[in-house]
């Protein structure tokens, strides 16, 4: 009997270990941890991947301010936004809509929602219009309005900024989940000043109210006047890190990698009735940036 009973002991030991052992190796690959393919090679849980960027979307919709509306590239102090950037249909500048879908493709898919003077507590309610196309690609160009204030006390902080571009993308998302943004950066308007100071014309449109808080003044460049346009720079190089950071968020969102604000507009690329915004040759000049940012293999590196 006794030896019988240690035969039996050691019987149920083994099976014992056996299923907790078993047990242990399904545990180990239910929590995620490493497992083996029938071939033998460890493999490891992953995310899912995310989706692969489209470099042929089928429609575009833009939203944004007077940049996007072509605002003083023909005539002054009025919109032109056949001369568009995002989708016009002007030869010459060549738009990014017309680059992806062809000139007919553009006018039947392309849908223009920026409206001059718009900021950033705007787009909330210009991407809910553009969702409702369920469009490819959404193009976004906004925040040089929210620097561009009476003064430079009266700018959006940076938090309320990144609050209303949350809400865009979050209003976009639910329309249209699958629709890719992207996010262009907000050019720098000191550079702007700089190059448009020289032309006397240009300093007189822009006693009429354009950016006061950069262009006031413009001649003057005492410290306190230097200080003003340096913060006007400065938080304008923080918008861009909102844009860059919020894109950076979202699958489908390319963020241009500061592209648009490190060009250096010249004579040529702005407007000849306010040296301020884009002229035609610059709308094209921003239509090129957007089209590599967008067919590009790889989003471009802030």
């Not at 493709?105 to 787009?123: I, K």
């Not at 938090?159 to 249209?176: I, N």
Request: aromatic share 6%.
């Amino acid at each position: 009997m006794r030896n019988g009973s240690r035969r039996s002991d050691t019987a149920v030991a083994t099976v014992t270990a056996v299923v907790l052992g078993v047990a242990g190796l399904s545990a180990c690959d239910a929590f995620g941890g490493n497992s083996s393919d029938p071939d033998g090679t460890k493999r490891s849980a992953t995310a899912k991947p995310a989706p692969a960027w489209d470099r042929s979307p089928t429609s575009v919709a833009a939203v944004g301010d007077s940049i996007t509306r072509g605002f003083d590239a023909c005539t002054v102090l009025s919109d032109c936004p056949e001369v568009s950037w995002a989708t016009g249909s002007d030869d010459s500048v060549r738009s990014l809509a017309v680059r992806l879908l062809g000139k007919s493709g553009a006018a039947q898919r392309s849908w223009n929602y920026a409206v001059t003077g718009a900021r950033m507590a705007d787009l909330p309610g210009q991407m809910q219009q553009a969702a409702e196309h369920r469009p490819g690609l959404v193009t976004v160009m906004a925040g040089a309005n929210d620097a561009c204030r009476a003064s430079a006390r009266a700018m959006t902080p940076v938090s309320e900024f990144q609050e209303d571009f949350e809400t865009a993308m979050r209003g976009l998302r639910k329309v249209s989940p699958k629709s890719q943004v992207y996010v262009s950066s907000v050019p720098d308007l000191k550079r702007l000043w700089s190059e448009g100071r020289t032309n006397p014309l240009g300093k007189q449109v822009w006693k009429l109210g354009i950016c006061p808080s950069m262009l006031g003044d413009a001649d003057a460049l005492d410290a306190k006047a230097t200080a003003r346009r340096d913060k006007v720079h400065d938080r304008v190089v923080a918008y861009n890190k909102v844009l860059k950071d919020v894109c950076a968020k979202d699958r489908r969102c390319r963020y241009d990698g500061g592209a648009v604000f490190d060009y250096r507009f010249g004579g040529d690329q702005l407007s000849h009735w306010d040296w301020f915004h884009p002229s035609k040759d610059g709308q094209s000049r921003l239509a090129d940036i957007a089209y590599r940012t967008v067919t590009a293999k790889k989003a471009p590196v802030a």
